[in-house]
């Protein structure tokens, strides 16, 4: 592995934080170029992005903290602030990120919705970032193999693991093809986000299983059964939605977005 990548005197550049750092840029720069997709001005964009990285770090680190070590960090409360020594869970970054930019968009009276669709391109990009920084790191491997796609992970016993870091990756790609086909075959606002959180969480769940995390719901890790219940808030959401911000054909078959999904 490669958590290392290049060292120039007192600057180190770890594989790990450059692909959580190529992510970061990817978002910022994809919600730009679709800036008019939602109505704002393409500078205006950088505050959302903002606050989607910042309030994700912060929710992806609190999950990890309360979840896999609470006492540890209740008796070392100062490791809480310690990024440097790992601990972030997408999952966590996920809802706390959508719950506040939601808060934002709210405020500046921007779609919610249509801006939720263009997220559902960006996440998987900087996920899929993200992973392979796992990947080159070395760490969040799955089980041991012997398959022949079996990858070593060096000062662990077995000798090749699951790179479940990749089945990720290519989940990831995967689920950005899939809202990038379905975006101009929308029938709401909304149906991309949806499909990206089922989607992934389907995936997630299964890959979970090749994973080393720890079991802490009697057969099922923390992340599957956030999986699950993600999986039944989507579900539920989509007839809601569908009836709230469907797009109504025009007599020449084009689609329009109802009006009140401007403000929603």
């Not at 919600?31 to 704002?40: N, S, W």
């Not at 770090?57 to 100062?78: E, K």
């Not at 960006?122 to 012997?146: D, K, Q, W």
């Amino acid at each position: 592995m490669y958590p290392v990548l290049l060292e120039l005197g007192p600057v180190t550049v770890h594989s790990y934080g450059l692909m959580i750092a190529l992510g970061f840029v990817a978002v910022i720069l994809g919600l730009r170029r679709r800036a008019h997709e939602i109505g704002v001005e393409p500078n205006d964009t950088l505050d959302i992005s903002l606050l989607a990285i910042v309030f994700g770090m912060i929710g992806a680190r609190l999950y990890y903290v309360f979840i896999y070590d609470f006492s540890h960090y209740v008796q070392n409360p100062l490791d809480v602030f310690a990024f440097n020594q790992g601990g972030l869970v997408f999952h966590g970054g996920l809802i706390l990120g959508t719950l506040a930019v939601i808060i934002y968009l709210r405020i500046k009276k921007v779609s919610i919705v249509e801006t939720a669709d263009i997220a559902a391109l960006l996440i998987p990009v900087a996920y899929a970032f993200g992973r392979l920084g796992c990947f080159l790191n070395g760490c969040c491997h799955g089980i041991a193999t012997e398959s022949f796609w079996g990858v070593s992970f060096g000062e662990f016993t077995a000798s090749t693991y699951h790179p479940t870091q990749l089945y990720l990756v290519a989940l990831a790609i995967g689920i950005y093809g899939f809202i990038l086909w379905q975006r101009p075959r929308r029938t709401f606002g909304g149906q991309g986000f949806l499909s990206y959180i089922i989607i992934y969480s389907v995936g997630r769940f299964l890959i979970e299983f090749l994973r080393t995390n720890p079991e802490v719901f009697g057969v099922f890790t923390a992340a599957q059964i956030t999986s699950v219940i993600l999986i039944c808030i989507a579900c539920g959401l989509m007839p809601l939605m569908r009836r709230r911000f469907g797009y109504e054909e025009e007599d020449d078959g084009s689609e329009n977005v109802e009006e009140e999904s401007t403000t929603a």
